[in-house]
């Protein structure tokens, strides 16, 4: 059965430092998305990203942020100056229609020390 | 306003009992409706998917929407020690929506 894939699964990096993180949505599906989940909260969406470009955004997607598909296949999240806040798991979610529903990867563990 | 309620629990229950695990949400708007499994670090599994109000069954598992009190319902029979999980309610718009998250409901199945 297709998957979406996370790389990797844990990251640690030091704050202030520029983290990517990667996935790979399943191959038919057009949309794209990332959320976050810290320790013991909700999981919250980031971004939405449909035919090259961001559809929606939350407010936590500021300009420390930013996605990309460099190819066909791969789905990248930036974080360009990691704070100790950044520290969350990471989840990749795609989807075949907007509408229909979200298929999640396993996540990336960020750790900022 | 964007808010799904859920209460975190932990709901523990025997082996064999029926669950019920509830959800509110307060934006009229959302229309489709998610319950999602997620073990201790792991991403959020898709157990069902429901369009507008009605009842959608899958095996031991049920989904209930009620619109026009905004309550989301699942159900889970015959539970099993393997269902011991939190179990996450999530809702959107449609279209390119991120979908709004409960903060799970944290499931004990006692053998």
């Avoid at chain 2, 489709?32 to 670090?41: E, P, V």
């Amino acid at each position: 059965e297709p998957e979406v894939t996370q790389t990797p699964s844990h990251q640690v990096t030091q704050m202030g430092q520029e983290v990517i993180l990667r996935c790979v949505p399943i191959s038919n599906h057009l949309y794209f998305y990332w959320y976050r989940q810290i320790l013991g909260q909700k999981v919250e969406f980031l971004v939405s990203f449909y035919n090259n470009e961001i559809s929606e955004k939350s407010e936590i997607f500021d300009d420390q942020f930013s996605v990309e598909r460099p190819d066909g296949s791969n789905f990248t999240l930036k974080i360009r100056s990691t704070k100790l806040e950044d520290s969350a798991m990471y989840f990749c979610a795609s989807s075949s229609r907007g509408a229909d529903p979200l298929y999640f990867g396993p996540g990336t563990r960020l750790t900022v020390l | 306003q964007k808010e799904v309620e859920q209460d975190p629990g932990p709901l523990s229950v025997p082996e064999g009992a029926i669950v019920s695990l509830n959800c509110t949400y307060s934006n009229s708007a959302f229309q489709y409706f998610m319950w999602y499994r997620q073990y201790s670090r792991k991403g959020p599994e898709l157990l069902m998917y429901t369009y507008s109000s009605g009842n959608k069954e899958d095996g031991r598992f049920t989904a209930q929407v009620d619109k026009s009190s905004k309550y989301i319902s699942l159900f889970i029979r015959d539970s099993q020690p393997s269902d011991s999980a939190t179990y996450l309610c999530a809702t959107s718009g449609g279209g390119a929506d991120g979908l709004t998250f409960g903060k799970g409901t944290h499931l004990i199945i006692q053998p």
